[in-house]
Nanobody, 124 residues
Framework: QVQLVESGGGLVQTGGSLRLSCAAS????????MGWFRRAPGKDQEFVAF????????YYADSVKGRFTISRDNAKNTGYLQMNNLRPEDTAVYYC?????????????????WGRGTQVTVSS
């Protein structure tokens, strides 16, 4: 079973940056699409971004477009989410997910593997 572990969360002031990492223990990460989701206090889970493997397609939620960048290093079995110009509304637990599916990647139900999350807190 693929294991995903997020890291890089923390406390940052408005306008600051963080880079989240998602380390995968399996050897199938390179053939899987990767997504990031988040859950803010009192809110439902929200799609953030995804990146495919063979098609090299990235897609972002409108709320983070232009500020966040998703990337991956298949040789390291690691995905990344670079978050710039952070806002208090970005405060959430961020989850990394992976799937062998290549379509409908904005939906959490289409992901097979999940990390346990990393907390990102953006102060005013």
């Amino acid at each position: 079973q693929v294991q995903l572990v997020e890291s890089g969360g923390g406390l940052v002031q408005t306008g600051g940056s963080l880079r989240l990492s998602c380390a995968a223990s399996g050897r199938t990460f390179s053939s899987a699409a990767m997504g990031w989701f988040r859950r803010a206090p009192g809110k439902d889970q929200e799609f953030v971004a995804f990146i495919t493997t063979s098609s090299s397609i990235t897609y972002y939620a409108d709320s983070v477009k232009g500020r966040f960048t998703i990337s991956r290093d298949n040789a390291k079995n690691t995905g990344y989410l670079q978050m710039n110009n952070l806002r208090p509304e970005d405060t959430a637990v961020y989850y990394c997910a992976a799937t062998n599916r290549s379509t409908a990647l904005v939906y959490s139900r289409n992901y097979d593997y999940w990390g346990r999350g990393t907390q990102v807190t953006v102060s005013s």
